[in-house]
Structure formats: C-alpha cells, structure tokens
C-alpha cells in the first residue's frame, strides 16, 4: 500500500522556466515531509523539508508547498536549472518518534537548456 | 570526512547464498537505516537503529538481519537469497531522529543482483 505517491513519472521543463512537482500522501499522521534530490548511481541527497504545522518552506530556488486538507505538497523549482535534472522523491514521516521514512516513487526531471 | 560509505558496489549472488552489506559512516550519527529501492519504486525501510546495540524492524525485514556493535558501522546480512531481494540497497544515518526534523544522509548504494 502506498502511503506516499508521485503520480507523474517524468517531467520536462525548458531552462529558466518553473518545475512544479507534486505528491500526494494517504496517512494523516504523516507529521513531516521531505523532498529528495537522487542522481544516477548515487544515493538520495536532502533537498528541503516541511513540518505539517507550516504550509511553505522556502530555500532559494526551491519552495516546498503542503496542502493539509488536500493530503498534497509540492516542490516549486524556479529558475530550473539543466543541474536540476535528477530523480526527485517526496518523503514522509509520521509523528510520534517513529523513525518510518516512506517514500513515493519519484519523478524524474528533465531540464531541456 | 566521507559521509556514508558502502561496500561493495555490485554483487551478483546465487539464490540460496548468503552476504553481508557494509556501512560505516564517519559523522558520529546516533540513527542509522538500511532501505532497498525496487526497479520504479520508492525506498522502503528494511532496518534501523537508534544506537549502538540497538536495533528494529522497518517496512520490509524479512530475509534479513542486522546488527550494530558500533557507532559508526551498520551491516545487513542476507542470510538464504532470494531473486525477490534483487534490488539496490542504501543505507542512511541521521544525527537526529527524521521524525524530529534530522536529516537522513545516504551512502551511494550496492546493487545486489540474485540468480
């Protein structure tokens, strides 16, 4: 059962122009959200993150939305970048201590120059 | 400082074999984590530990154990393999717990191929 879910597999954005990637979640007690950046035969790397108590996180070029009635978040990238051009993964945590990461199934991320 | 390491990279293993995964990670993390990414699938947690000598079950553990005698390393041992545990495995540590807002940092992955 897949708590956390990327819908779109693939997304292609000219250079300069907004990248807007979602993800939408089931659990309601999913406490805190992730994005993750992975380039090809290397590991995840962190990218930003957001607590259920807020709903906008912002660094730099990157702007993580959550919608809480929605169950939706999503990952604003602007200027895109063609180093932006990765494997994105949302991510989610539920409270409690709990140490379940769980992860959606990415969306990759094509950044035409 | 080299942050999360994993040893080996690839290994191609007959069904029935069994093999250790190595981690050891330098930044003195109390959490470490073990998730296998299936082929167009997300991360799923096998194992983590929140300290030395102590150990729990993620989403996915069975065919698997782990133990973690010391701070810096976290092993996964495949003990029967199976082609169901073809798949690439990572492995994470974190200062903090990432319910608490730690960040989880990744070593490069093993892909691990069972015929």
């Known amino acids: 059962d897949q708590q956390v879910k990327q819908n779109s597999p693939s997304l292609s954005v000219q250079e300069g122009r907004i990248s807007i990637l979602n993800c939408d979640y089931t659990n309601s007690m999913f406490d805190y959200f992730l994005w993750y950046k992975k380039y090809p035969a290397e590991g995840p790397t962190f990218l930003i993150s957001?607590?259920?108590?807020?709903d906008k996180n912002e660094d730099g070029r990157f702007t993580v939305f959550l919608n809480k009635s929605a169950k939706h978040l999503s990952l604003h990238i602007v200027p895109s970048q063609p180093g932006d051009s990765a494997v994105y993964f949302c991510a989610a945590t539920p409270r409690g201590g709990a140490n379940n990461l769980f992860f959606g199934t990415g969306t990759r991320l094509t950044v035409i120059p | 400082n080299a942050g999360v390491t994993q040893t080996p990279k690839f290994r191609i293993l007959k069904i029935g074999q069994s093999m250790t995964l190595q981690c050891t990670q330098d930044?003195?993390?109390?959490?470490m984590y073990w998730y296998r990414q299936d082929p167009g699938m997300g991360l799923k947690l096998i194992y983590y530990s929140v300290g030395a000598g102590i150990t729990d079950k993620g989403e996915v553990p069975n065919g698997y154990n782990v133990s973690r005698s010391t701070t810096e390393d976290f092993p996964l041992r495949l003990e029967l393999a199976a082609p169901s545990q073809t798949s690439v495995y990572f492995c994470?540590?974190?200062?903090?717990?990432?319910?608490?807002?730690?960040?989880?940092?990744f070593g490069p992955g093993t892909r691990l191929l069972v015929l």
């Open positions: 994470a540590s974190s200062l903090t717990p990432t319910s608490s807002g730690g960040t989880q940092y």
């Open positions: 930044m003195n993390h109390n959490y």
């Open positions: 957001i607590s259920s108590i807020k």
